[in-house]
């Protein structure tokens, strides 16, 4: 019986907001494995606001996906055929798969997944690549003291939740920006961040600075844009700022207009003697070992908590993607594929 | 026989380039030592572009020169009364005795100088402030390492000079951009650079991408404006940027027009995983020692050279200081006062 594969591919490059006629539902049959190759079968793909930039032509840190191609992801995939010495039939894998049912590898990227650790769509998120970023960008770059003020926006997504719940273990007072009333109450019911602030409230800059009297000495940034504009006044002398993401200028297509806040920036690196570094994952991945052993523990411990945001099949990707984008999911937003 | 003191006080806040106007010439007696206190005549005095940032009302990392105070500026004096145990009749200090002729301390801010290290006005310059702003910046933040290329601004004045000199020594390519033919002829034939650009050539990007075949690892910005806006494009992965000066965005009153590059710029860091860090020369009080026995050692061996700008009398100060401001001096701009 021929296996027929489902793939998302990117039909067009969106310049501004991803929308659907910019992604193709494409089916033909699945590849067949080789000698030295298994045959993976989706369960859960990971959406992440890093698609948004393959989607572009621009130069990146990676390759930009090509029109056509099946676009890029991790998933959690189980071994349904295989003709590697390595793998099992039924093995649990973290793999590159991209957005499709099946793939086909010859090992390479693939991590067998540890089913006592946590549940599958665990190593998507909390203890896996978004996990991992909070971890080491928190802790490498951002170097949070006891009694200093760390700030995280997108502060209810997986990066954010971790970076803020981290921050709290160091001893550090946190404040978290999200979207809406209902992001905020948890930021601070369930994860016992010390304030959250709505940066779409029409007062947030002013919300912002009464929720951080004595500055901020670390601001995580993986949004940009208003809420950054925001926070810069109030970044303490030292302050520094790892650069994880930039969702709200993802879907710019061009430079926003003046003035050039840039030689203000530039002024308050220099007089605030601010640490601004950018970083992806893959630079710390010599820290993955001990990111799953203290993370591991805390979710264990209970002191850190993960929520998913799941959407069920492959077909409803893109929309689920484009919403992340504009702040509508809450948690890690995952993909039930089968 | 009361002495006569001559001092240049700030006259009114400049908004853009400073002007005559700004400053006044007042005389008054100079005052006279009490117990415990030294009088000082000021044989040179230091003018930095730091300076600019006290004229403004604006926060910056010290606080401004009220309307009507003295100028604030190092000196080398000499001790012409004493009734301090610590100085005699004759000992040359460094003094933060601002633009004045005399000026009584109590010793606080003093440091002696050793006339055997070399002369008096170095300690203004390559063995000084600007000395260990350029050893600490690089070393410290930069890391240049062998084989890398390191891009210095205002390469021909005493911070971007010795920048990269070091550089040098420690194994870099060092391209500078300097204003004007003779300052890069200057760097390239008696410093050494390997390359100097002239940033008021009309292909000055162009030129600079040439200059850089392997792009930029390490720029010491102390400029701003067109230059960085040149150099951001043709940094590299991992690429290193202290953040030392903004000369040509001292006399900005108000953000330059649009388009806004700041997400330009934020996206940059991302993708490319830059480090920004801003620094003034005090944060590094600590490797004062380091820098004196390194840089003394180098300039003993003529691995490093340095060039004075000598403006004869005090009235000249506002003057030579703002053409400082629009990259008239030549090497490290001094006042002989006396």
Redesign the interface.
Known sequence: MALMNRRIVLASRPHGEPKPEHFRLEESRAPTPKEGEVLLRTRWLSLDPYMR?RMSAA???AQPVEIGETMVGQTVSEVVASHHPAYALGDRVLSPAGWQDYFVSDGTGLHRLDPAAGPPSAFLGVLGMPGLTAYAGLLEIGRPQPGETVAVAAAAGPVGSLVGQIARIKGARVVGIAGGPEKCAYLTDVLGFDAALDHRAGDFPDALARACPDGIDVYF?NV??AV?AAVLPLLN?FARVP????VA?YN?S???????????????????????????VS?FAGLHGAFLHDVGDWLKAGQVKAREDVVEGLEQAPAAFAGMLRGTNFGKLVVRVA
């Open positions: 930039g130069k990146s840190y940034e940009g844009g950054f002398d650069v994880c993401g930039l200028g710019l061009e430079m926003p207009p003046g003035p050039d806040r840039a030689p203000l920036l530039m002024r308050a690196v220099l007089t605030r003697r601010l640490t601004l570094r950018g970083f992806i630079d």
